[in-house]
């Protein structure tokens, strides 16, 4: 209640900001760039002939000229070196802006006037293909135009969309094979903490695609890049200011085949899981810590003070749903020109899963052949009920066209609430029928001051500067296991009993916060030549972080009362944690697992020095090197009231020189072809470093972090060749090959793990790996065909990009040292990467048509199949199979103010499934999804 008061009060003082402005006269705006490169032009003088009124481009190159009376105007550009620019025919309508996008050229090259007619462009696609083929490096993106016409509710899905790109797991990002290790990213240029606790990546599911402006997934390095990074730096970019009064609301409801008005588990939480936050409900109980254990029946109190809720209860799924309100301006404040929006959106929704799990166990025949022989066989019913609110809010203000100040915030918040219930056969014979409830809570928060200033005393240099404080929460609190085994569930005389066990009758208590700060500047200077734009950049950043990750294992032991009456262990959970059963038979103790939680920082400092030249018409080289300066280290804390002083700690510290080179060749005005080779490097997860222990909940195999872990080290070679036939069109084809110098991977091993040794899966680094890929990608109008089959196809336009990958890992001997008995051999001697896709494959159908205010698209997306976990042993390796999705999306405008937009998700309802040995080790079905929405827009 008072989030939603809250975000009202905002949204009415922002509406006040608007009113009492003069909305009768028009403005004049646009953009000016250089014909030769794309750059941004600074100072250019833009009149109306005939009268006073005119502005200056900034150093963005943008202009306004405001309080222009309506009507049609001519526009005269004028800049030293560059042939005036006149544009005739420029229409102001009142109280609107008319925008305009112009190129001037070097009078060496256009000696006389240049007269065009005005024209309006706002083609977000086209405008991201420009950004492409402008750009230093080998980029792709989606733009926030192609993310509205597609079903992409989050930056996961959107993301999917780019050249090379897959997401494992629905939130982590791998491009080009290359999981999300090898991968960064950034939010408006600035680095993210992260909310999940054992890893150091952003997971993509938690960021609302609404929100978004344009994701740019950048493939080679350039020296003003952050340096960890091979496949990809991802740069996700929020959503800025219109130039005029804009409010948008919309609501849209959705309907899962597998889900929506069946059967669905949950149970009671707290008042504000519609938003994704816990009030507290399951939060730990402060009065635990308060019974001191000297006190008689201590233990059986403290059990007392946690619910008594195991279970989930029946309820019928309602739809699904997702809301969101916008609102922007440009004003003037003090004279000048004061941009903001603010953007809030929130959702529901409601999921079912039937997992199905099957475990082999590796036989050998007489004949010395291996035999897979049928152990653990699960099905898993996933309940979850999931809720969450995101919002920006981004302020610009110019106090003069030289400077510009922004102050970019974002804050997203998501809770997932699941109940498992499970039933099967485990490898010791038992059937086991068991639940889990999990609450998971996660957040980001982002703050982004930043400036821009133009030096005219300084060779007209360019200075940027920003500061970025980023908050990562991950909350689980009060995870619940129970469950209940039978010899013979079959036979009455072999009912389901309770059996005690470190993984049963546990509560756990986790939480993670990740602070970041993080600053960088950064200073370009021109070479002061009017036909030529050469330019060298310099400058530096530092960033910090630190996480806290504190979790705490509470179990319910048996331990009868002398005298008490026998223990039925048959009961249901609830029935065996009543206080009556609880004061007779139970007691609470911390579990002692010492190193499940810990302490971690991150230090990096980097400096910079790169030049971007234009050697001549038709050569561009950016090159550079970058210093980088990274210590990264992490120390695991006992458990609470604890006597052990054992702890581990670790982690690797490193200085690096990462040179870059990237060339482009214009082989005309349309074609570009590139080459790029850097060296990168990618640090190692928290999951991977710190010796944690992380329980798989079906198959119940352990995995271990390795302190000993180095980071690795990449050399990228990249060659691509573009050609933009039009706007809005575009072809490419590249080739690309990293050779990665001490990769990570997870080896089967022995080690002690609570409960004794055991066989777990370990990270090592394993020598070297190589990568070799080719990408293609396309974008057409199928108008070239309306004269033979009718002009009907100018509506049709077709995208795609394809995406093949060969990797292999050289396992060097230190997976195979006698020496150390610990490590066991890989089955697989001869494998690519581990979560490396031989293909990703993207395809879109669209049908726009502009006069009846409607857009179609039917989006398809697949990819091969990769290693999801590695083999030892005989044992083969686990894959992830090939998953085919189609989309199909209507946008259609209704008339005035009012839009719908239809959409159906997963049509192919492809099966989600592992495999082993050609055998499914996992599988289950999303359902499709039916979707309508509205939005009303001023």
């Known amino acids: 209640m008072y989030l939603r008061l809250l975000f009202v009060g905002v949204l009415l003082m922002l509406v006040s900001l608007t009113n009492g402005q003069d909305i009768e006269p028009g403005s004049i705006r646009g953009l000016i760039v250089d014909a030769e490169n794309g750059d941004a032009m600074i100072g250019v003088s833009v009149m109306l002939e005939g009268t006073q009124q005119g502005a200056a481009t900034d150093l963005d190159g943008n202009f306004q000229i405001r309080g222009v009376a309506p009507g049609s105007y001519t526009i005269i550009a004028n800049y030293i070196g560059y042939a005036k620019l006149t544009v005739t025919d420029v229409t102001v309508a009142a109280g609107q802006a008319a925008t305009l996008n112009l190129k001037m050229s070097p009078e060496a090259l256009q000696a006389d006037e240049v007269v ?39 930056a996961a899905d959107a993301v999917k969309r780019v050249t090379g790109v897959t997401v494992v797991g629905d939130k982590y990002v791998f491009v080009r094979g290359m999981e999300e290790r090898y991968n960064n990213t950034r939010l408006n240029g600035a680095s993210l903490a992260s909310p999940e606790p054992l890893k150091r990546v952003v997971p993509f599911d938690i960021i609302p ?29 929020t959503k800025e200011f219109p130039d005029k009064l804009t409010l948008s609301v919309s609501q849209s409801v959705d309907v899962n085949e597998n889900t929506t008005f069946k059967e669905f588990k949950t149970y009671h939480g707290g008042k504000t899981d519609w938003f994704g936050h816990d009030d507290g409900t399951r939060e730990f109980p402060e009065a635990y810590d308060a019974i001191s254990v000297d006190q008689e029946d201590a233990l059986r109190q403290r059990a007392l003070t946690f619910s008594n809720v195991w279970e989930g209860r029946p309820i019928t799924a309602p739809a699904s749903g997702s809301r969101s309100i916008a609102l922007g301006n440009q004003v003037s404040l003090g004279g000048r020109p004061f941009g903001f929006l603010a953007t809030v959106t929130q959702s529901n929704s409601y999921s079912t899963k039937a997992e199905k799990y099957q475990e082999y166990n590796y036989v050998t025949l007489p ?14 019913n996933i309940y979850t009920k999931s809720g969450a609110i995101g919002g920006i809010l ?9 400077h510009k100040f922004s102050i970019k915030s974002m804050y997203t918040l998501s809770g997932d609430d699941d109940v498992r219930e499970y039933t099967g056969e ?26 821009e200033h133009q030096l005219a005393s300084l060779r007209n240099s360019r200075v940027e500067w920003g500061l970025s404080i980023s908050k990562g929460t991950y909350d689980q609190p009060d995870r619940r296991d129970f469950y209940q085994a039978s010899r013979d569930p079959g036979n009455p005389d072999e009912p389901f009993i309770y059996g005690a066990n470190n993984d049963n009758s546990f509560r756990r208590f986790a939480k993670s916060r990740d602070d970041m700060l993080e600053g960088s500047l950064d200073w370009t200077m021109p070479l002061k030549r009017a036909d030529d734009q050469s330019k060298l950049k310099f400058g530096g950043m530092f960033r910090t972080m630190n996480r806290d990750f504190p979790t705490r294992k509470i179990r319910f032991a048996n331990a009868d009362v002398i005298g008490a009456d026998a223990l039925d262990p048959t009961l249901p959970a609830e029935v065996l944690f009543t206080e009556e059963n609880i004061l007779e038979h ?53 458990f609470p009231g604890s006597d052990d002083a054992g702890y581990a700690e670790g982690g690797p510290s490193h200085t690096d020189l990462l040179p870059s080179l990237n060339l482009t060749y214009l082989l005309n005005e349309k074609t570009n072809l590139r080459f790029a080779a850097t060296r990168t490097i990618a640090n190692p997860d928290y999951l991977e470093l710190v010796p944690t222990e992380d329980r798989d909940y079906n198959s119940g195999s352990v995995k271990v972090g390795n302190p000993e872990l180095d980071y690795s080290k990449i050399i990228n070679v990249d060659l691509r060749a573009e050609l933009y036939p039009s706007i809005g069109e575009a072809a490419s084809v590249g080739l690309f090959y990293k050779q990665i110098q001490d990769p990570i991977e997870w080896v089967y091993t022995t080690e002690s ?14 020598g070297d790996a190589n990568l070799l890929g080719v990408e293609f990608e396309f974008s057409k109008s199928l108008e070239f065909a309306s004269e033979k089959v009718g002009a009907w196809t100018r509506f049709f336009s077709v995208q795609g990009n394809l995406t093949l ?36 494959v993207n395809t879109t159908l669209s049908f726009d048509q502009p006069l009846w205010g409607t857009n179609m698209r039917l989006l398809f997306n697949t990819f091969g199949k990769r290693i999801s976990e590695l083999g030892a042993s005989g044992r083969a390796d686990t894959y992830e199979e090939p998953f085919d999705r189609m989309d199909f999306v209507v946008n259609q405008s209704l008339g005035g103010h009012w839009s719908t937009k239809i959409q159906v998700k997963n049509l192919l309802d492809s099966k989600v499934e592992y495999s082993l040995d050609g055998q499914s080790l996992k599988s289950y079905k999303l359902g499709r999804s039916f979707s309508v929405g509205a939005t009303y827009s001023l």
Do not use: H
């Open 116 to 154: 065009i007619e005005a024209r309006r462009i706002d083609n977000t696609e086209a405008s991201l293909l420009q950004i492409q083929r402008k750009a230093a490096t080998v980029s792709n993106g989606v733009s926030a135009e192609q993310i509205k016409r597609s079903p992409d509710s989050d």
């Open 753 to 766: 793990v609570s409960g004794g040794n055991a066989v777990v899966r370990k990270p090592f680094n394993l």
């Open 586 to 638: 139970w007691i609470a103790t911390d579990l002692s697992v010492n190193l499940d939680s810990y302490t971690a920082d991150m230090k990096v400092g980097a400096g910079y020095l790169m030049a971007d030249m234009l050697l001549n018409k038709k050569w561009r080289a950016v090159f550079g090197a970058r210093v980088e300066s990274t210590d990264q280290f992490f120390k695991t804390e006992a």
């Open 426 to 451: 485990r490898t010791d014979g038992d059937f086991v029928r068991g639940t889990r409830l999990t609450w998971t809570e996660r957040s980001l928060l982002t703050f982004q001051p930043k400036g």
């Open 367 to 380: 004949d010395g052949s291996v035999f897979a022989e049928p152990s653990q066989n699960y099905l898993t």
């Open 394 to 402: 981004d302020l610009n203000y110019k106090p003069s066209p030289i």
């Open 209 to 237: 695609a609404g929100l978004l402006n344009n994701i740019v997934v950048s493939k080679t390095f350039t020296p003003d890049l952050p340096g960890d990074f091979s496949g990809g730096s991802v740069q996700l970019t």
């Open 805 to 840: 990958v060969s990797s292999s890992v050289d396992l060097n001997a230190r997976v195979y040292d006698p020496a150390n008995p610990t490590q066991t051999g890989l089955t697989s001697k001869d494998r690519p990467l581990m979560g490396q896709s031989e293909y990703v």
